[in-house]
């Protein structure tokens, strides 16, 4: 276990496991695809990522009760959106049985509770076909308490969310951080508090409004922000660019234009594309123009960075101490727009820094150019590594005992 950054919380590890019920939050929030036999598993890479704690729990001789949200049911149970398919995943990954609830919880859930002997897994049902998980609901919360001795949390992703499952059940158990959480905090506080310099900051995907509060902080502290993503265009009009129908978030112009004021009176140097690839429409078969330049012709959108400046930023990346990487650079799921983003990886990937990369489609994007493993450090958190870098308090991880 790395011992970088800092981490304050009781870890799984001192929990007292032996002979004990555990009931443990998973981000098993994974993508699913529709086969003949009714949906499976489309990318297992967060269900991996807590195999070791699972293990340990198993191994010290605890039952575990998984609880894990998936999707977004609006509000009751859909069975589209059951655990089923997660648990049957689980089972394969970890060659054991793995019991799967009828509910999230309820006098049925409990009995299936009471069977489960040392080192026993089972799944509970997505903790959203219970409209009070969202809503943090104490009864919820007591419930799901009532399942198990102790509280381990696993789930990173969903760590900067106050609901039952993450939050207001640790206050009713002895709760302890799961491996995967406490990695990443600290490979994301080591990031946010003391990384090696020069530290670049590269951020991208759909919206400044999402970012903001990231690269406010980082134009404190790092020494690079580059942009990338349907986010630069909010930069360009309110430089008075001319963005053709790029997508623009209209109350992102007003945000980037302090931005800029900002990054101006700091010593981080903020850097916006210089060129860039445009299309017609939102579509893999549309027409595709490369423009050595940044205004938009109308008619058009951008949707990618260009090759000059994919060449830029790659080159501040190779030079940088740490690299943390939020945000692909362009409408990389077609393929006309993936090279901004490919290139990027990529950088990120041969940088001889120390590199973390976060966010659900920067990820995907990583696994989908086979160069996950070529980082330090991918985290499975998006909105909470976000936060984490803003340097909010995740209340997940707030209401763990500590250490
Ligand atoms: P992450 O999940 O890594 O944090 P976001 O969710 O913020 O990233 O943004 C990813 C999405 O932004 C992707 O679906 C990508 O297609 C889209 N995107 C990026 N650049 C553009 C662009 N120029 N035009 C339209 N969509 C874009
Ligand atoms: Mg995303």
Redesign the pocket.
């Known amino acids: 276990m790395s011992e970088r950054g800092a981490f304050d919380k009781a870890s799984v590890r001192d929990a007292p496991l032996d002979g004990a019920r555990a009931l443990v939050r998973v981000d098993f929030n994974v993508p699913l695809t529709e086969g003949e036999g009714g949906p499976s598993v489309a990318d297992d890479t967060r269900i991996r990522a807590t195999l070791p704690t699972i293990e340990l729990i198993r191994e010290r001789g605890a039952a575990a009760v998984l609880v894990s949200h998936l999707g977004r049911p609006k509000g009751g149970p859909d069975p589209a959106l059951s655990m089923a398919p997660v648990a049957a995943r689980l089972a394969e990954l970890l060659e054991v049985e793995v019991g799967m609830a009828p509910a999230v919880v309820g006098p049925e859930v409990e009995a299936e509770v009471e069977r489960l002997g040392s080192g026993e897994l089972l799944m509970l049902e997505n903790s959203r076909f219970e409209p009070g998980e969202i809503e943090n609901d104490p009864e919820l919360a007591a419930a799901l308490a009532r399942l198990a001795d102790l509280y381990v949390d696993d789930a990173f992703g969903a760590a900067h969310r106050a609901h039952a499952s993450t939050e207001g059940v640790a206050h009713l158990l002895p709760g302890y951080a799961g491996l995967l959480l406490e990695r990443e905090v600290r490979e994301l506080t080591a990031v946010r508090d003391d990384p090696v310099r020069p530290l670049c900051v590269v951020l991208?995907?759909?919206?400044v409004t999402?970012?903001i509060g990231v690269i406010n902080r980082f134009l404190e502290t790092a020494d690079s922000v580059l942009i990338?993503?349907?986010?630069?265009?909010g930069f360009l009009r309110a430089r008075e660019i001319e963005t053709g129908e790029?997508?623009v978030e209209e109350e992102g112009i007003a945000l980037s234009e302090r931005v800029l004021e900002r990054a101006e009176a700091s010593d981080c140097e903020l850097l916006l594309p210089i060129d860039l690839v445009l299309g017609r429409e939102?579509d893999p078969a549309t027409e595709v123009r490369a423009l050595d330049g940044i205004a938009v012709p109308d008619g058009w959108?951008?949707?990618?960075i260009g090759p000059r400046t994919a060449a830029e930023y790659a080159g501040v990346i190779a030079g940088a101490g740490t690299v943390f990487w939020?945000?692909?650079?362009?409408?990389?799921?077609?393929a006309p727009?993936e090279a901004g983003?490919r290139a990027v990886a990529e950088a990120v990937a041969a940088a001889p820094g120390f590199t973390v990369v976060?966010?659900?489609?920067?990820?995907?994007?990583l696994v989908e150019f086979g160069l996950a493993d070529r980082v330090d450090w991918l985290s499975t958190g998006?909105g909470a590594s976000?936060e984490l870098m803003e340097g909010k308090r995740l209340p997940g991880v707030e209401a763990l005992l500590d250490a």
């Not at 991208?204 to 919206?207: C, F, H, S, T």
């Not at 939020?326 to 077609?334: H, I, S, W």
């Open positions: 991208g995907g759909a919206k999402d970012k990338g993503g349907a986010m630069c265009f790029s997508l939102l959108m951008g949707l990618d939020n945000g692909p650079m362009g409408a990389f799921e077609l727009f983003t976060g966010g659900g489609d920067s990820a995907a994007a998006g976000l």
